[in-house]
Nanobody, 115 residues
Framework: QVQLVESGGGLVQPGGSLTLFCAASGSILSVYTMGWFRQAPGKERELVATITSGRSTNYADSVKGRFTVSRDNTKNTVYLQMNSLKPEDTGVYYC?????????WGQGTQVTVSS
């Protein structure tokens, strides 16, 4: 079992920045890729960014150049630095951890970009 707890969401103006945090606990050694997904109202959940245990990263085209995903294995934490935020970045952001058996999800944190 892997438990994920997100934090760091909130309300920010367009052009602003936020950093999301995802603290993992439990069977951490079984996790090989972690990532962030988001879901806007009325839309499907979509991939934002992923990072492997070897720190290879992958980003959605819509966030490339603005978002940065990183991880600190000593703290079992994954970060998502979000810059130049746009209203279309609004949504619930979910942390995801992949293991050989199944994926795990956090409870989500709300990000609202609005003036």
């Amino acid at each position: 079992q892997v438990q994920l707890v997100e934090s760091g969401g909130g309300l920010v103006q367009p052009g602003g920045s936020l950093t999301l945090f995802c603290a993992a606990s439990g069977s951490i050694l079984s996790v090989y890729t972690m990532g962030w997904f988001r879901q806007a109202p009325g839309k499907e959940r979509e991939l934002v960014a992923t990072i492997t245990s070897g720190r290879s990263t992958n980003y959605a085209d819509s966030v490339k150049g603005r978002f940065t995903v990183s991880r600190d294995n000593t703290k079992n934490t994954v970060y998502l630095q979000m810059n130049s935020l746009k209203p279309e970045d609004t949504g619930v952001y979910y942390c995801n951890a992949k293991t050989a058996l199944r994926p795990y999800w956090g409870q989500g944190t709300q990000v609202t970009v609005s003036s």
